[in-house]
């Protein structure tokens, strides 16, 4: 089966790296970058299955960038992510077409389980 693609987008570097490297292991491609504005680039130019979108960033946060990636891409699925979240940022971005919303630090394994769920996908091997 063909890998998932996914976009991670957080303005904590090391979070993303570490992020890429857990989602590469498990077959995942990941790609991430650190501005909101490098992501919308990044999906102008190259095709993803599913964004993990930091919800509080500096410039374009993640709310702006979920606005302008539903624009350009209406079925691109967005999972939410953020360490200072409220029930009304999850309804706002749940709003604007967020498939999920979740809480760091988030344990990889529920990722996995949501990026693939996102994506219509199971877990091999359970």
Known sequence: MEPLHVLIVDDEAELVTALEERLNLRGF???????GADALALLAEK???????????????GLEVIKRIKQEQPGMRVILLTGWGSEEDAEKGKALGAYDYLMKPVKISDLVRVLLSACDREEEGE
């Open 47 to 61: 095709p993803f299955d599913v964004v993990l979108l930091d919800l509080k960033m500096p410039g374009l946060g």
């Open 29 to 35: 491609e990941a790609r991430g970058v650190t501005t």
